[in-house]
């Protein structure tokens, strides 16, 4: 065990917004946590909720979703089903014992590199708090 | 209608140089059907010469303050001292931005079985009666024609800066359209932000009085007949060293420096001891003609 | 496939881009880790690998060691991913047999941690690897390109790109949404460094645009819906009337002479409010087109429908007037777009401390570039309000920029045209003239130059942000004047200075509604709002909308030949798109599994684009490849799993978690 906790997170950006701010915060040298992991995928309209249970399953400590503000989709609207998504999600992961902060959907622009590392550092640190999750499996190794 | 009430912090300007202020606000916050009700048991609030000398203490001051005020369940907690207004604005900033002095602040009231620092809503009374009082309901509650000349609206550094709350940060004209709206006219100020000297006429007296003379020639030089003020501190500044600029200058302004709380309640029908009018120094004979002893009939025009 | 058929087999390429990814991530260990990975038989790292040696390793690997997936390690797939496509198809294998992981800009340009970085990268191509083994040939699709071209905004960007392509025989759309084209060039008086006339070089550029067979111009008008994707776009323009005919009218203004109204009672935008007009006019003499537009907020007709009509009687048997006209809705389809709708000044009043609004003599710059306009309000005489000539000017530069109340960003113009209109005042009025500035900024042909020679012209330069501007005298001689107090940072004095006539060098903004604009063409802008260039370097009018191009301020502030530059290159990229005929789209498309559909219904209305239709007979949904944009929103909702997307299937996105997460 490390003396701090690093958390992994997985994290789902669009293509065209949150992809790009990640880009932009590298070109910009915005330095941040190296803790997450980024999955492209074309809209946050696209991420399955059994990607977020599947990260879960198998042993991620956050998971963020990024995407495109409300209103700037590049389709049009994939970002308000995310939305809607997200919020039947929460309740599910409340439901198996999944913290709250462990589950973020952040709206993050491509013009927004500096809040990549806002989000980023602040879900860390949330996570750090938090410590790692406590899963029957570890429970056994422990 | 019901009243609304709120917390009243009047700070100690209130009890002395100003304390005419505090009555004007009274007389016209009853006029306009709104109550304030005095913290209890409140100190210093850390203003002027403790802030410079030990900042963390000078925060600890404010911050009981709001601890009592979140204790007697006030939501919100009018302040009509710029300075007061300022003190507690600033250690509920910088508690929020700096973990240190949140956490000064939370021992210190711990140690005196305080609760910890709230989220008690500052407020100052001109931005009370200019948001949660419409103008249209001032104009509807005016019953005195105003017989007086123009006058320079005033609202100091404090008031605004850095926060710019209560107006705007660079040009603030709520004091303007409230004066307005009770029927008095007003001029275009350009010092309205202007510092009046604040503590220097005590420390470096000569530099203090420059910046009253500063002020005061301004708004004789833009046509105002007398100064409003939203601060003790700057209506004293410009009230009392008139006589002394005259014999230094042989510059004789003899204005009056009212708060805007006396005009206002003049002009809504408050009675000239109840606003505390007999207290200025300066500008007596103009105030004599402006607001007479026995005004006659209430005269209803609206 | 034969390329794909038998064992999977990866070749993990990793690219150091000199030192940008090796300082901080270590590609050997890296490299070593990759050969751990499952089906990996080639790992290799390189100094360059976009540059021709670098492919090369990929290109002749892929026959010599029999690969039939790739993975490269560099940048962001956003700048490269096409490159290395090209490489695998290069030797034959489908492009889409690549995975890029990007290890420079979300990895080695953000961490400094040597071991986490390396370790992230580990992640990432570990998820790579995992990816590229359930990849599938694609085939791209091409769809052809619509020649006709859009230009949003006849400002000289709109007017230099409508131009170019109209002469390159490509018919152009030329919307602009005031009367006149021209834009802001027009109202300038005096051009930088060169001093040559604005009007002079610009006028015959807007006639050109009148003249051309190939160019469609509707002025008033605005675009207001954009449907359809590169190639072929749908636009609709709302055409305002002017209740004038421009097919009837022949610009005689005799209607305007013959207006009830002897003087102008209105506000002239042209002349930035200095002067007025009448409810009938032409914003400017040369305007294009010439017609005279009647503004029915003014018209007594409109107001009271009780005017005598004179405008009517003077048009005669041309019969151009009339006041029954109603706006149009115009459908066209475009294969591209140019957006060119520029800027707008800030607004001296969001600066309350320098007094525009409240001392009559404070001006904005484009105010005074009016007044030193020959056909100008004053005739080109540098007059104050009540007609004195100013003896003192003072000139406050970055009013609205480089600030954090205000605008962040330098206006990149105002250092040189605040320059030009002190020369220019100086040589109208004889006037001693005070530049106030933070940094004389002058980057530009010729630029400093003419710095040094309005040096010599005894212009004088205060360095210091002016603090206000007030007619606040402390003694007999500041009385009626304006004072600006400054600190002059090179004196180390606060000082006080009295001038007749303040001028406010106001910055460059977005337009108020470019949010809107950014939205309706499916572009991105930054925060403040201008449009944002698909690469600052090397896309830089190009946007992350395929087939729409930038050109002038609206993409950020710019000079005259700068926007002329950017807007021939826009219409060079619209030429590329257009003279290849077609172009190839990303095959990321959804699918529909039909056996598996349940016939639910629940994607149908998910889809943006109507691109799902439910077959009544068979009870299934099916998904129209072609209008398919490929977002997978009703992938990720299908109940049954059995809407699917190329290139994002759902089991390549659960091996990149499981890469991810097998040494959590």
Redesign the interface.
Known sequence: MPEVFEPKIVAFFCNWCTYLAADLAGTSRIKHAPNARVIRVMCSGRVDPQFVLDAFAKGADGVLIGGCHPGDCHYQEGNYKALRRVALLRRLLKQMGIEEERFRLEWISAAEGERVKTVINDMVEKLRALGPRVQPVRKEVA | MTAATYGYYPGCSMRGTGIAYEESLLTLFHLLDLSLEELRDWNCCGATSYMCIDENLAFLLSARNLAIAHQSGFRELVTPCSACYLCLRKVQEYAQRYPQVAERVRESLAAASLPALNSVKVRHPLEVLFTDVELDRIRSKVVRHWHGGRVACYYGCQLVRPYGEADNVHNPTRMDQLLQAAGVPTVEFALKTKCCGGSLTGTIHPVGVRLNYILLKEAVRKGAKAIATVCPLCQYNLDAYQAEIRAETGEAFDLPILFFTQIMGWALGGDLRSLGLHRAISGRRTIDEWFPKHPGEVESYV | MSEAGGAVRIGVYICHCGANIAATVDVKSLAASAATMPNVVVWREYKYLCSDSGQDLIRQDIPNQRLNRIVVASC???LHEQTFRAAVAAAGLNPFYLQMV?I????S?????RM??T??AQ??LR?AVRRVARHEALERSRIPIHPDVLVVGGGIAGIHAALTLANAGKHVYLVERQPTIGGHMAQFDKTFPTLDCAACILTPKMSAVKAHQKITLWTYSEVVQVDGYVGSYQVTVKRRTRYVREDLCTGCLECLEACLYQEGRFTDEFNAGLASRKPIYIPFPQAVPQVPVIDPEACIQFKSGKCKKTCIDACGDRHAISFQLEEKTEEIQVGSIIVATGFQVFDARR???Y?YG?YPDVYTALEVERLVNASGPTAGEVVLRDGRIPKTVGIVHCVGSRDENTNRWCSRVCCMYSLKLAHLIKERTGAEVFNFYIDIRTPGKGFEEFYQKLLNEKVHFIRGRVA?V?????DPTEEGKLILRVEDTLAGLVRRIPVDMVVLSVGLEPRSDAQDV??MF?M????EGFF?ERH?KLAPVNT?ADGVFLAGCCQGPKDIPDTVAQAGAAAAEALVLIDSGSIETEP?TAYTDEDVCSGCKTCIP?C?YHAITFLEQEKKARINQATC?????C???CPSGSIR?HL?E?EQ??E???G??TY?
């Not at chain 3, 420079?104 to 990895?107: A, N, Y």
């Not at chain 3, 340009?109 to 941690?113: D, K, S």
Request: glycine fraction near 6%.
């Open positions: 962001s797939p956003h990007n420079r800009e979300h990895i340009w953000v961490h400094e941690n986490e970085a370790s992230k992640d990432l998820a600066a309350p401390y007094g409240v206000e007030t007619d606040w005298a402390l950014c939205r499916n991105t802008c930054s925060g944002t600052p992350f990321n998910l943006p944009k490929g977002c997978g929103t992938v990720a909702a997307q994002f759902d996105i659960f990149e978690i499981e991810i997460l959590a």
